[in-house]
């Protein structure tokens, strides 16, 4: 069973920074593309980050230049760095990642691991 576990959630003032981790076990394949959604209360989940093995990324406009997104392919591991977070960052960060063949798009991809809540306090 491929499982994606999440880490570094928690709570945080505004303007303070947080590193969410997400490893992935029990897969026999390389995961080809791994990010980052998130789901605020009575909001639909959408995209923070992506990033392909070959390192192209992508962000979402609100999070540009105080994100970032990086991974570790051979550990099938990814981070997100958040820096100068806002209130409106508050939300459920979920960790999704494809295999190769499904990473021609920004996904959403086929697994997701349970989510791990960022909250920001102002």
């Known amino acids: 069973q491929v499982l994606l576990v999440e880490s570094g959630g928690g709570l945080v003032q505004a303007g303070g920074s947080l590193r969410l981790s997400c490893a992935a076990s029990?897969?026999?394949?390389?995961?080809?593309?791994m990010g980052w959604y998130r789901q605020a209360p009575g909001k639909q989940r959408e995209l923070v980050a992506g990033i392909q093995s070959a390192g192209n990324t992508r962000y979402a406009d609100s999070v540009k230049g105080r994100f970032t997104i990086s991974s570790d392919n051979a550990k099938d591991t990814v981070y997100l760095q958040m820096n100068s977070l806002k209130p409106e960052d508050t939300a459920v960060y979920y960790c999704?990642?494809?295999?190769?063949?499904?990473?021609?798009?920004?996904?959403?991809?086929?697994?997701w691991g349970q989510g791990t809540q960022v909250t920001v306090s102002s």
């Open positions: 029990g897969n026999a394949f390389r995961f080809g593309c």
């Open positions: 999704n990642a494809g295999r190769m063949l499904t990473c021609s798009n920004w996904g959403p991809w086929g697994y």
